[in-house]
């Protein structure tokens, strides 16, 4: 397994992933770039070659490509390893190299292959031809229903369950799975019933998840998966398998499923849509590594744009440039395309408006702007919109057609648009100020541990980059230190790690560690290294380090009801203590 890592690491240099989806300059051996993970205007990323790592200190996001990947794919850790496993012909590792955890994400991947396979076999030779009939009258061939492998789950709270059993999974997994949930009662009943299956498959193919959409007026109208260990609906997008195949074209944003399938089924693979919710924050910088500019197709009613404004904001934040699709005489794409043709849909995509316009025309809703307090409104609404315009000359080109709209002075218009911006970077400072303040005080998730015992926990961390920076010298501290002596339960299972692997005569990289430590365990990891490049791991330091944890230990230990022979034990381990030179 650790040879498969180095040959990836070796084989697929990290800068050359970044290089896909970030800008980035060279900084000494290193190199620097805006974190993908959140939006920031000044580059704090460092990319370290040497050590097959990245890490932003601003967010605390690191590790190596194959944690990079899992975050910006979406994937598991063996499907990360997978697929660049597979992009370089290399053997793949088998089942004994996987962590439990990593095990139940495949069992799931299995799950749902079948539990897709049911819904389609169901849809074509089921008794209920419901589902066949509704997707036939929504147009669509039978090559996109095959595409999507589109299904219907039939009237009966046990059929795919049955189904299941026959296969050899256990009710456990199927709930695990998401396929089955379990009633109050204790009863294991299938998920889906009487509805229109879509299958939600991820970037390498597998099926994670379903959509199911019922053919009447019962509620809720759209069912998703629930969260499962590889499906989370607010981090990944529909078709988005077929829309990765078009990186130069804009990528296409709309409101639900079977849109997707109509554009798709119409020329349009470069679209995809969210899955039953609002676009988040994640999803919005997922799209911004597949594409260099969107284009928002909701639909035109009130919901649809107002959802689209919300969904400019998440492209604003990340960085990526938006358009948004002016849908006329149709209340979505699917009917455009239904009432007009591709082609004139394609003349809509290539006009449509950036989002400035947008909001500049929203500002117009619902006034009258041959009356004075109609105007008095749009001017209150639009200096908002043009103090977010970041660009000052095309903020001031948009100030000149306002003012002339509303027949104002351009000087006036303007200088209550410095107004506002000079308020929000007073505003911002201020928030930013608070934001950092209010770290200290936030429950570390992965550590719990390191803030009530901040001494030790700083000695853990000081002892763990020593041992990944100079594997070579572990086993000067394995002799003096043992894994229970470890204050943190975080750190003490990087150690317990690390004198597994080392133990082996392998040698370590911390990219080791990626199997047995989830991806924000693995940022942490690289945080802990990374923030000790320059420290001086001195003689004097590491012996400090050790005796701290004894001390610490031996006073938690004490605290405690001790047999004779353990309190032996303490007082050995404090005498057994090894002193080392240079």
Known sequence: MQKLIQQILEQIPIADIFQKYNHFRRQGKNYICCCPFHSEKTPSCVIYPDLYLFYCPNCGVGGDVITY?????????IDT??????????????????????????????????????????LLRGRDKRGLEYFMKRHLSPQTIKKYGLGFAPDDWHTLQNYLHQKGYSDEELILAGVCRKSEKGNIYDNFRNRVIFPIVNTVGNVIGFGGRVLDDSKPKYLNTSNTPVFDKGNHLFSLHFAQNKPSEPLILAEGYMDVIAMNQAGFENVVATLGTAITPQQARLIARYTKEVVIAYDSDFAGQNATQ???????????????????????????????????????IQNAQNAIDFYLDRCKTNLDLQTEQGKKIMLQRSIQVLAEIQNALIRRNYIQKISAELEISAKILESQVDRIINRQIKNNKKTEFQEIKNQSWQKDEINPLAKQYVSESKSEEILLAYLMLFPENAEIIFHQLLPEDFITDFHKKIYQVMLQIISENIKFIPSFLGRFFEKNEMCRIAGILIKHLEYDFNPKVINDCILNLQIAKSKIVIHFDMSDNDLIQVIANKQKRIHWTN
């Open 69 to 77: 990947l899992q975050i910006t794919e979406n994937l598991s850790y």
């Open 310 to 348: 919300k969904a400019l904001k998440h492209f604003h934040d990340v960085g990526l440039p938006a358009r948004v699709l002016c849908i006329k005489n149709a209340k979505d794409p699917d009917e455009f395309i239904k009432t007009y043709g591709s082609e004139k849909f394609r003349i809509l």
């Open 81 to 122: 390893v997978k697929t660049l496993a597979q992009r370089l012909n290399l053997t793949i590792f088998s089942n004994t190299d996987i962590p439990e955890t990593r095990l139940q994400r495949d069992k799931c991947y299995k799950i749902n292959r079948e539990t897709a396979n049911f819904y389609y076999q169901n």
